[in-house]
């Protein structure tokens, strides 16, 4: 009698993203493999659809995202990981061109159906238009439900819009995308800031039901120091959005920039292209703490940002009203012993730069002045929007928030996370449903991004870059996609870890066929008492068999009357011979 035990977990959902890497580590939860294998067979309209089956923003993210997906890709066990996010800008811009190029035939297969908006149903305004409002526009537009965005700025687009320059993303890819939202029945209202002249009662007055505020971090932290008003000092957000909707202040030929994260490095580089010739970097951090992605800080140094690290600023030098330079002394440490933002100076160690214009760019918070006095709106601090981490609920009745104004700044991808749950817990609203049910999990740590610079550069590795020499005095992109061929070679790395046999023990007739066949030796066909598992495992078993693994052990019920079919995950090649092999149909390994 085989008395080894087997710990056990059932293949449920839960289980499918912990063990599918990719999947797991991406906010929206894309099946990265599954795009990956598809571009390797060629098939690349069902390659896109897999994509914005979850993400209404694929060219966006497949020049901004940070990629999550490739840290954690098992293929770096083997080499090194997949080039995911370069697939998803490929694919996107595949379809792009085939959108405007194929014949009608093509074109329409490539949209979803249109849905229809219900009249009846109850309205929803969306504050902001950036990429959570957007997502749950789409997402609320596909559900049958009136939406409008209320965009304070003359075009959408949000964060995406006004916080990434061009030379990252193309405006036009960005209005593609957004107009494609649109296109479902969403209703946009630009130039509709709201506020003092149009509040979130006077909204609910005009018949909206429920609100979600995706406002974003617009402004720009400051530092309280000596010389903060002087002309000529800015702010990095600001700076931003002033460049991208074309209207770039005069800066001067020597630009200082205090901050070390990735707002930092892009007003540096737009700093280079809006007339400065010397722009020097300032930030609190040592080289390897630096919280810029390593391919952002690669690319200002490549085009010659020089970055002094481990300083901080001590005051604002100016004349006649005028800035001048900032002061500087050097920063010891930035945490503190429990790993607390704490910094730590030599007083003694200082040192001056000297500047026509300096960019500030140390951080964002949301900009809540819109809501003014009396709104009823719990906030964090002034700076951040305070609502339920699962439903994205607000102290107010009816009103939703979510995006980088609840969160502070994050991503892309994230952000459009929240706007998927924003969307689900209106629709659950409206319907007088349970917000919570089935979303409150037990909470697991996110997989590791690991801060290892060479690693982080080796995930950009296939993203071929513009030679510096034709960056000076222009916005275009300054990296190229990759081509069909080296598409498919990159699909064809997949290791194809999302094809995971599940069964239908309705099907299953425990002839072990799926056993023989097996290359992995991964499957094994075991009795219930050699099982041990959670609670999930006991009710999987009760489903299934009408007792538990505690009840049919306790009760020494016949060995024949309960056996399973367990895998070694370590070991499944994802070869789908076991699908193949199946006489009845029990096993399918596509699950999503």
Known sequence: MNTKTYQVEPADFDWYQRSIRCFNACPTHINAGKYAFLISEGRFVEAYRVIKERNPFPSVCGRVCHHPCEFVCKRQEEDESIAINPLKRFISDYVRERKKEGSAEERAALFWKKPTIDPQKPKVAVVGSGPSGLTAAQDLAFMGYPVTVLEALPSPGGMMLTGIPSYRLPKEILSEEIQEILDLGVELKVNTPVGSDLSLEELKQKGYQALYLAVGAQASRKL??????????????EFLKDVNLGNPPSIGPKVVVVGGGNVAVDVALCALRS??????MFCLEKREEMPAHEWEVDDALEESVTINCSWGPQRFEGSEGNVTGVSFKRCTSVFDAEGRFNPSY???????????TVIVAIGQAADLAFLGEGSGLETFRDSALKADEVTLETSLPGVFAGGDGVTGPKSVVEAIFHGHEAALSIDRYLKGADLREGRVKDKEESPPSPRDRAFELKTRQKEKKIPVCERKGNWKEITRGISE???????????????TPAFDSEKCILCGACIDVCPGYCLKMVRLENLEGDQKVDQVVNENFG???????????????GTAIIKDDDRCLHCRLCEIRCPTGAIITDLF
């Open 485 to 499: 061929t080296e598409a498919r070679e990159e699909g064809e790395r997949c290791l194809e870890c999302f094809f």
């Open 224 to 237: 309280p120091l000596e010389g903060s008003t002087l002309e000529g000092v800015l702010g990095g957000v």
């Open 547 to 561: 007792f538990t693994l505690k009840t049919f052990k306790e009760d020494a019920h016949s060995a024949a009357a």
């Open 346 to 356: 030599d007083e003694e160690e200082t040192i001056s730069a000297s500047a026509d």
């Open 275 to 280: 007339g400065a010739e010397v722009v020097e």
